[in-house]
């Protein structure tokens, strides 16, 4: 069975400083990788995703996000964050050609001015 | 393309009624499921089906069923509700294995 690992529920960052969400996931098989973001009152949307090929995957709006098969990671980091970047971000696994996707259970990040 | 829409936005329920959450998406997808989102839990998958006609549990499937009659649509039924299903529902499609595309979800509140 896999499993996902949000390790913070909430990171308060200053405008302008960086972050890193944490992810980790636990499968016997080989997985694709997202990570999704809600806005209040939103549903949720692809922020970036692992398939395969590169281990390092970005964002158009400057997150990045490196797959670790060894530390079974996908941490979410930005060099520089936005007022406009609060929200919640939620790391998500499905097995490759699998049926079912598995949610962490979200970390609430809080960029403050 | 609307992509994944939901109906209804909000609905207030007392405790034993039955209703259901409609579900639709125009992209032609063979995945749908269905999720609720209470605090600090993130999702948790109800159903998902992977074609017309096949349908199977997900991690939290009591209390729910659902049909799939065709592609497009994959509504969700509360048989009896209680207030334990007070939550925020969201449907969703994809491919194989690739990319959720969520509708605006459901927010039930049940009495």
């Known amino acids: 069975a896999q499993s996902v690992t949000q390790l913070d529920s909430q990171v308060p960052v200053f405008e302008e400083a960086p972050v890193e969400l944490r992810c980790n996931y636990s499968?016997?098989?080989?997985?694709?990788l997202f990570w999704y973001v809600q806005y209040p009152n939103q549903g949720l949307q692809l922020l970036l995703k692992?398939?395969?090929?590169?281990?390092l995957v970005e964002s158009i709006n400057g997150f990045e996000a490196e797959f670790n098969k060894s530390q079974t990671s996908f941490h979410l980091r930005k060099p520089s964050v936005h007022i406009s970047d609060t929200a919640e971000y939620f790391c998500?696994?499905?097995?490759?050609?699998?049926?079912?996707?598995?949610f962490g259970a979200g970390t609430r990040l809080f960029v403050k001015a | 393309n609307a992509g994944v829409t939901q109906t209804p936005k909000f609905q207030v329920l007392k405790t034993g009624q039955s209703m259901t959450l409609q579900c639709a998406q125009d992209?032609?997808?063979?995945?749908m499921s269905w999720y609720r989102q209470d605090p600090g839990m993130g999702l948790r998958l109800i159903h998902y089906s992977v074609g017309a006609g096949i349908t199977d549990q997900g991690e939290v499937p009591n209390g729910y069923n659902v049909s799939r009659s065709t592609t497009e649509d994959f509504p969700l039924r509360l048989l009896s509700a209680a207030p334990s299903q007070t939550s925020v529902y969201f449907c969703?499609?994809?491919?194989?294995?690739?990319?959720?595309?969520f509708g605006p979800g459901t927010r039930l509140t049940v009495l």
């Open positions: 992209m032609n997808h063979e995945y």
């Open positions: 499968s016997s098989v080989s997985v694709y």
């Open positions: 692992y398939l395969s090929g590169s281990t």
């Open positions: 998500a696994v499905s097995n490759t050609g699998g049926f079912k996707t598995i």
């Open positions: 969703a499609s994809s491919q194989q294995g690739d990319t959720q595309y």
